[in-house]
């Protein structure tokens, strides 16, 4: 089971470190369409124990890519820290109709925009998403690398974030009333 070390930065706009990531000789891995879809069961179980478990969908100008993650509980650290199994599938229909029978349910869904780079053994992505605006996650080997990093890209004054998009979402749509549980950029 992988260790995810990640920090989550709330940004009015990506320009100006898109330009800092070119300067420092970061590599583009691409831009993606995420739709991803947490799965809980009737009591919440894994909401209420800081875990989920989610089928992520990936699409690009290339094609479509699944993955299956689960997240443990955070960990006492300085940064999010979670222990994290990420599996890649190919028939997401399969496994959402394996999870039904196993008592399962969709809790939420949404989509997310976001822009992929690494750089310094970091991934750092630019994410956008529908309710809640621009945000930079960094994720990479240890705190003093993820820190080290936010400070190259002039982001070391942002305050972080400790919830997770599932978080951030479900209070959105709680303050707004919406009804539904899937949210996407069409979501009014």
């Not at 999870?99 to 750092?124: P, Q």
Request: hydrophobic letters at 35%; one cysteine or more.
């Amino acid at each position: 089971m992988a260790l995810e070390i990640e920090i989550k930065l709330k940004v009015e706009g990506f320009e100006s470190v898109i330009e800092r990531l070119k300067a420092l000789d970061a590599k583009f891995d691409g831009d993606f369409v995420q739709a991803d879809d947490y799965y809980d069961d009737a009591q919440d179980s894994l909401v209420k124990s800081d875990r989920c478990l989610r089928i992520r969908r990936h699409k690009n100008h290339i094609g479509q890519a699944i993955e299956l993650t689960y997240k443990g509980a955070r960990e006492n650290h300085r940064f999010k820290t979670r222990r994290e199994i990420g599996i890649k599938i190919e028939k997401a229909e399969e496994l959402a109709e394996l999870f039904t029978h196993l008592g399962y349910k969709i809790r939420l869904t949404f989509e997310k925009k976001r822009s992929l780079w690494d750089f310094a053994d970091c991934k750092v992505a630019l994410d956008e998403l529908p309710m809640l605006g621009k945000f930079i996650e960094i994720e990479g080997p240890s705190d003093e690398q993820i820190e080290k990093v936010q400070k190259q890209l002039g982001l070391e004054k942002k305050s972080h974030i400790p919830q997770s998009y599932a978080h951030l979402i479900e209070e959105a749509i709680k303050k707004a009333g919406i009804k539904s549980r899937t949210i996407s950029f069409d979501t009014k």
